[in-house]
């Protein structure tokens, strides 16, 4: 497996522009995070999904990101519109069917700009 | 809420040394603990995954330990090198959506 899969790696955009950040889960997995790591606040959770559905949105900044899983292996965060306090590390991960020892496996990352 | 906090947060050793990275929790209702590393600009690599059963867990010239009862875990490193310079970060799984709660981490960095 090629294990999970993020795209863009890097996105540099302008303030006010919408941004589309992907996900790809290894397959077989049915949990989703995607977190958000800044110099400031350190690696922090965004969102948790389960079986498609959002578990626990508590980390989303605000109203302007949202995130999706439109199906079992794909999620996308949105961020719209962006601000230059967005700029951070995005990161996803995914993790196997509910079995201990609940082990999660993190992709690249998508390096986000907001100028 | 789970805390976690790591110290040092920045660590310089010369090559050969074996040194110790500390993690300290808050929660001790936890699933696992995991230790990562990540090099500038890159992603998290996973080195070793702690069950909340188990007391350490070993790979290579790493050796991770964990007690819970103290919220407490170790990473050790045996026989430093330079390709071992990176930050390196435990994440703790709690909460009802077992989700990972990590440290700031702590910087390492071997001199040749």
């Known amino acids: 497996d090629a294990g999970v899969i993020q795209s863009p790696r890097h996105e540099v955009t302008e303030m006010g522009q919408e941004v589309t950040l992907r996900c790809k889960l290894i397959s077989g997995h049915n949990s989703l995070f995607w977190y958000r790591q800044t110099m400031m606040r350190g690696l922090e959770l965004l969102i948790y999904?389960?079986?498609?559905?959002?578990?626990?949105d508590s980390g989303m900044p605000e109203d302007r990101f949202s995130a999706k899983m439109p199906n079992a292996s794909f999620s996308t965060l949105k961020i719209q519109p962006s601000e230059p306090r967005d700029s951070a590390v995005y990161f996803c991960a995914s993790r196997p069917q509910e079995t201990y020892p609940y082990e999660q496996y993190f992709g690249p990352g998508t390096r986000l700009t907001v100028t | 809420k789970q805390e976690v906090t790591q110290i040092p947060a920045a660590l310089s050793v010369p090559e050969g040394e074996n040194l110790v990275l500390n993690c300290s929790f808050t929660d001790s209702a936890i699933y696992n603990l995991q230790w990562f590393r990540q090099d500038p600009g890159k992603g998290l690599t996973s080195l070793l995954l702690?069950?909340?059963?188990?007391r350490e867990q070993t790979s290579g010239r790493l050796n991770a330990s964990l007690d819970k009862s103290s919220g407490r875990s170790t990473l050790y490193i045996a026989a430093s090198q330079p390709g071992d310079s990176a930050t390196y970060l435990c994440g703790i799984s709690s909460g009802s959506a077992r989700q990972l709660t990590f440290g700031s981490g702590t910087q390492l960095t071997v001199l040749p």
């Open positions: 702690i069950q909340s059963s188990q």
């Open positions: 999904f389960n079986n498609n559905v959002p578990i626990d």
